[in-house]
């Protein structure tokens, strides 16, 4: 989830998450090219993000963010890299 983006962005669309989400285990991710400290502790603050990550993300990012997840970050990394080149 990015904090900017052009019709609604990530704080309000958070917001209307928490009033249609029942509270579960989500795992949002934002992403984010803001180098705001405050956007990086409210997204800590809120229920349903499991990480805030700047921008650019690069393969150490995601396999620390894969391990945080317990997803087998190796595969999952080269599957991207695949489909990147074949999409």
């Known amino acids: 989830l ?3 983006m052009p019709q609604m962005d990530g704080w309000k669309f958070l917001e209307e998450y928490e009033k249609l989400a029942k509270k579960n285990n989500s795992n949002i991710i934002m992403l984010s090219s ?5 956007d ?5 603050a809120n229920l349903y993000v499991h990480k805030f990550m700047n921008k650019p993300l690069n393969d150490q990012k995601l396999q620390t963010l894969f391990a945080s997840l317990n ?3 190796s595969s999952t990394i080269t599957d991207i890299k695949s489909n990147q080149k074949t999409g």
Request: charged share 30%; proline share 6%; no cysteine.
């Open 2 to 4: 990015d904090i900017n």
């Open 34 to 38: 803001s180098i705001n400290p405050q």
């Open 40 to 44: 990086e502790k409210k997204a800590d």
């Open 71 to 73: 997803i087998n970050h």
